[in-house]
């Protein structure tokens, strides 16, 4: 007999509760009607992210128990550079405070005033970081990336015609690096196979590039590659992460992500003087190259939890948890991006709300409306996560690992479904303030209703 039960149980129960419709307004009021500026005890399901959210097992919080404090040398970067060498197929190790981290001691030394980084999608810090250093960071999607119901298995592809365009429009010496996110966030969470990863690798070592893996959501690529791409069909979750990162020359990672701690993250390598360069900036900005901003506890947590990733059923379990809140989307009549990625749903915003128009940022409203009638927290990933971009507007519903059931999913779907019911009484949203770096704006700028929301029991 078949079990589709989790193959884990609970340790350990946090409370939450659902603020009153009022208590609910008047905390979006405060937070500028920015779910980033919402207090989390006035959330009720927090799905704004799955970065460092989710539950860690029992081998992770015994790893937090024998971590070691040490400044220089401590057992617990032994076992992280043991695991990344393991897991990942990395010699060189630079820890970091968490993936943007990692970014900055990577992209710090890599990139320069004037240059150009192709990407398959930036992500928003990824795009920030590359943009700091003065450099253009340009997005290489595939074809069908924007479209939300076609039926491709790896629609999180880089378009290597769109670099080979860009390599002529800007020319070789001008890309020193080239990216590749797996999966790809700023696609809906879509995967990359292992054949585009070997064309991309060949894309970027013709032009003499580095190549560098976004890799925080590495093993939930390596499990659809399993389900999708033939050539890998018997192969394990931790074979294919293995291979498929084989192609790199770095990595960038959130251990926030696929390592399934609370924080840290990491830059791996395989070429020794990038190591060094990395190295000292990464204690010019993070600390001592065995510590990396990071207590020895979270360093061992993080060494564990990149081993957990890749083990079944853990990260099956993971995939199809967010097949399963998109399917009760879906059979709510909410218009959702197909197929679901690996640790997110991504909602179709212009499509919930219509009427609103793409200047007044139909995916922040349709997040303040999830909010509203459920205390549902999700994020936009549209036109006001990304300004200057075409991308479509989503609202991304990311869920944190191992920690809610199926119950709190089905909450989620009746909120979307009360959403779309009521989709009139939600108008647009202007910012009436934002920092300087508009590529970051969205953690923080402040908005307002074009039109009064009317209020609804």
């Known amino acids: 007999m078949f079990c589709r039960m989790r193959s884990y149980k609970a340790k350990m129960v946090e409370p939450i509760t659902l603020p009153s419709r009022e208590e609910r307004e008047a905390a979006l ?3 500028g009607y920015n779910a980033f500026n919402l207090d989390a005890e006035d959330v009720f399901i927090d799905l704004l992210t799955d970065s460092g959210t989710g539950t860690m097992s029992a081998d992770q919080w015994a790893a937090l128990m024998r971590g070691d404090e040490a400044y220089a040398g401590s057992r617990s970067f032994s076992e992280l550079r043991d695991a990344v060498r393991d897991v990942m197929g990395f010699e060189y190790v630079v820890p970091t405070h968490q993936g943007r981290g990692a970014e900055n001691v990577v992209y710090g030394v890599l990139v320069e005033e004037g240059d150009v980084v192709p990407n398959n999608a930036h992500f928003d810090t990824t795009r920030a970081h590359v943009a700091n250093q003065g450099a253009d960071p340009v997005d290489c999607p595939h074809e069908l990336a924007h479209d939300a119901d076609a039926d491709h298995p790896f629609k999180g592809n880089f378009d290597i015609d769109a670099g080979w365009e860009l390599v002529e429009e800007v020319g ?10 797996i999966t790809n966030n700023s696609v809906a969470g879509q995967p990359v196979s292992v054949e585009n990863t070997r064309e991309v690798a060949a894309f970027a070592d013709e032009i003499d590039a580095t190549f560098v893996i976004d890799a925080c959501r590495f ?8 389900q999708r791409e033939a050539e890998f069909s018997d192969a394990s979750v931790a074979e294919i992460a293995r291979e498929q990162l084989s192609y790199a020359d770095a990595v960038t990672m959130s251990g926030k992500k696929d390592a399934i701690v609370n924080i840290g993250g990491f830059a791996a390598m395989n070429d020794p003087e990038l190591f060094e360069l990395a190295k000292q900036r990464g204690i010019l900005y993070e600390g001592f190259p065995t510590y990396g901003g990071l207590a020895g506890r979270d360093v061992a947590a993080m060494a564990v939890g990149l ?3 890749v083990e079944p059923p853990y990260v099956g379990e993971r995939v199809e948890q967010v097949a399963e809140l998109g399917r009760l989307l879906t059979d709510a009549g909410i218009p959702v991006y197909e197929p679901t990625g690996g640790h997110a749903v991504y909602i179709d915003a212009e ?6 128009p793409k200047d007044q940022f139909p995916g922040q409203e349709l997040v303040c409306a999830l909010y509203l009638e459920g205390g549902v927290r999700g994020v936009e990933l549209g036109g006001f996560a990304f300004p200057g971009t075409d991308r479509p507007d989503l609202v991304r519903l990311a ?12 909450h989620v779907a009746e909120t979307a479904a009360a959403v779309k019911e009521s989709a009139a009484s939600y108008g647009g949203l202007e910012i009436v303030e934002e920092p300087p770096m508009r590529e ?3 953690f923080s700028a402040r908005l307002e209703p074009t039109e009064a929301p009317s209020s609804a029991d």
């Open 172 to 181: 070789e010496d001008s890309i020193p690096v080239v990216v590749q996110t």
């Open 351 to 356: 499509a919930v709300l219509p009427h609103v």
């Open 440 to 442: 970051l704006r969205h």
């Open 307 to 309: 081993r957990e990733a």
């Open 29 to 31: 009021d405060a937070a």
């Open 219 to 226: 093993a939930e690529n390596a499990y659809f590659v399993q």
């Open 399 to 410: 869920l944190p690992r191992r920690t809610y059931s199926r119950e709190h999913l089905e």
